[in-house]
Structures are given as structure tokens and as C-alpha cells.
């Protein structure tokens, strides 16, 4: 399926956060591919933010740093300014997707045609998605839902992940059960989070995000690639 492999792991990280770029050292070390699904209208911007008792940084990458942050990895769509889709008009939902796609455009260099819905728990129906079938180039879209299976999915608007990366223990358990696996037909480990998570210590921090790439790295048997990469087969 996927250069003669069947089973396939990505990344995907939501919003353009300076953290990303930290993550990407260590997902380089280990050979790894992710997805960062960045807001355009809200690149350079600063923010400290309360958390358990404490404060952390969730600064977003400046615009003119953005292809060679990504270098190697893949830039996607998140809307310009992070609004939940499913509360909005038609024509807002047009202009959030595909301002934010064509902007991005303009930094990278590339097509995108790979997003994540902003906000959740509920951040995406079949109307929204109808919406973008009809009337923007995304053909890829995750949402904030996660099912812990490996299958391929029918509607690739309306994705689920296989899990959200704070919740530690069943990514690690998942990772296991995947590297076992013969597999006789494609099977996707997808991952998503916020990087900025890591510095907050929310359930998963530094250190447990590379002992996971650690342990998933270097098989023979895996391809590791962008949401695009994964997809472009079947889109």
C-alpha cells in the first residue's frame, strides 16, 4: 500500500505553537513525519496561559519562520482564527477553511489540501463537511474524536484519530499492540495533541513524548509520513 508496506504512523499537532519546533527536533531524531495544523490569522502572536497553579508560554511561530520550521514535515489548515466550524454560517466556514489554506499556501510553497477542525468536543458534522466537499480543496480533515483502531476510513472529512497523545497510557498500549500486528491489509496509527501539552505536564510530558518515538521508530515494516503522504493514494 504504502511503498509496499501496509501498516503506516503519523503525527498530527494542532495550532502553530512555538513547542512544535522542539517536537520536531525529536521526531527528526527518530525518522518520524507529523502534520501541524496552524491558524494563519494568529502567527507571531504571544500568550501566557494559567494552568494547575502555574503559567506556560503558548506562543505561536512567526509567519516568516514557518517553512523552515516545517522543513520536512507538513503544513495543514486549521482555520484563520480557531472558531468551532459547527456555529457558523456557510459562507464564514468557506472563508475560515480556505483563507487559512491559501495563506498557509503562500508560506510553504505547496498545496495543502489536509486540515484539522478547530476547538471541541463537537467540532465537526456532516454539514460542515458537506460544506468543504463542495467548496474547498481540503480533502483530508481530522477531528477532535479518537476510536483507538487502525482501520482506513471512509470519509476522510470526517476522520478519526487513533488516539489523543495526553492520554499516555493507551497510546503506549496502542503502540504495542500496533508494532505487533502482521498486517495482511493497510493499518493507520494516527496520534494527534498540542505540543504546548508537553510543557504543562498535561498527563505526558518531554520525556514521555520521545520514549514513544523511540519505541515506535526504526521498523522495517512501517511507514512514517505526513497525514498528505498517508493519503494521497486515496484521496
Not at 496561559?49 to 502555574?54: A, E, L, V
Not at 519562520?65 to 489548515?77: L, P, W
Not at 503562500?106 to 458537506?130: F, H, K, Q, W
Not at 496509527?189 to 520514549?211: A, K, P, R, V
Amino acid at each position: 500500500m504504502w511503498k509496499g508496506k501496509n501498516k503506516a504512523i503519523t503525527f498530527s499537532f494542532d495550532d502553530g505553537v512555538s513547542q512544535d519546533i522542539r517536537a520536531i527536533g525529536i521526531l527528526d531524531k527518530y525518522g518520524l513525519k507529523a502534520t501541524f495544523n496552524i491558524n494563519s490569522g494568529t502567527l507571531g502572536t504571544l500568550h501566557e496561559h494559567q494552568w494547575s497553579g502555574g503559567t506556560y508560554r503558548r506562543d505561536m511561530v512567526k509567519a516568516a519562520d514557518v517553512r523552515k520550521a516545517y522543513q520536512g514535515h507538513e503544513v495543514a489548515a486549521h482555520t484563520i482564527y480557531h472558531p468551532n466550524l459547527v456555529d457558523l454560517p456557510r459562507e464564514r466556514i468557506i472563508a475560515e477553511v480556505e483563507g487559512d489554506r491559501l495563506a498557509l499556501e503562500d508560506l510553504v510553497g505547496y498545496e495543502v489540501t489536509t486540515m484539522a477542525y478547530p476547538g471541541g468536543p463537537i467540532n465537526s458534522d456532516e454539514r460542515v463537511a458537506g460544506i468543504l466537499r463542495e467548496k474547498s480543496k481540503i480533502r483530508f480533515a481530522r477531528t477532535y474524536l479518537s476510536n483507538g483502531g487502525f482501520e482506513l476510513q471512509d470519509d476522510l472529512l470526517l476522520f478519526r484519530s487513533t488516539v489523543y497523545f495526553a492520554h499516555k497510557q493507551e497510546m503506549f498500549d496502542l503502540a504495542e499492540k500496533f508494532l505487533s500486528l502482521k498486517a495482511d491489509r493497510p493499518l493507520l496509527f494516527y496520534i494527534w495533541g498540542h505540543t504546548y501539552e508537553l510543557d504543562i505536564g498535561c498527563n505526558i510530558n518531554w520525556d514521555d513524548f520521545e520514549s514513544f518515538c523511540r519505541l515506535i521508530s526504526g521498523e522495517k515494516d512501517n511507514y512514517y509520513a505526513t497525514n498528505a503522504e498517508i493519503y494521497k493514494e486515496l484521496l
